[in-house]
């Protein structure tokens, strides 16, 4: 499965995930050992913390949108890196850029994130 394609679902995984319904969507795109780590700091090994991470930060924050910036294939298409803006519901945004890794079967295996600071709108 080309690494396009896995940036593109999961961009589309990200607005789902604002309905807070987003299980069988995490069945469909991500290893059952999904590892994710944010900013250096690992957050999950598989994927009931990485739902309940993604859960949290729904609860917390809500999802009011995902926007794409940026969607590059590594040289090797190994590797998928997209760089998109979420607005949270109280209209603060955050900036991320994530490095995403498929494994053999096209489902994610690795997130990497780096996330910069929530930032409000006056």
């Known amino acids: 499965m080309e690494s396009t394609y896995i940036g593109q679902k999961y961009i589309t ?10 299980t069988k969507e995490l069945e469909l795109l991500f290893s059952p050992d999904i590892k994710k780590v944010v900013n250096s700091k690992l957050v999950c090994t598989d994927r009931a913390q990485l739902s309940k991470q993604m859960g949290d930060v729904v609860s917390t924050y809500g999802i009011k949108n995902v926007n794409l910036v940026e969607l ?44 910069g600071e929530k930032h409000g709108h006056e």
């Not at 995984?13 to 987003?22: D, S």
């Not at 979420?86 to 780096?114: A, M, Q």
């Open 13 to 22: 995984f990200l607005n789902i995930l604002k309905t807070g319904n987003f």
């Open 72 to 115: 590059i294939n590594s040289d090797d298409h190994k590797k998928n890196v997209i760089r998109f803006e979420l607005t949270y519901n109280d209209n603060s945004t955050d900036s991320v850029i994530s490095i995403l890794t498929p494994d053999e079967h096209g489902l994610i295996s690795e997130i990497n994130e780096v996330a």
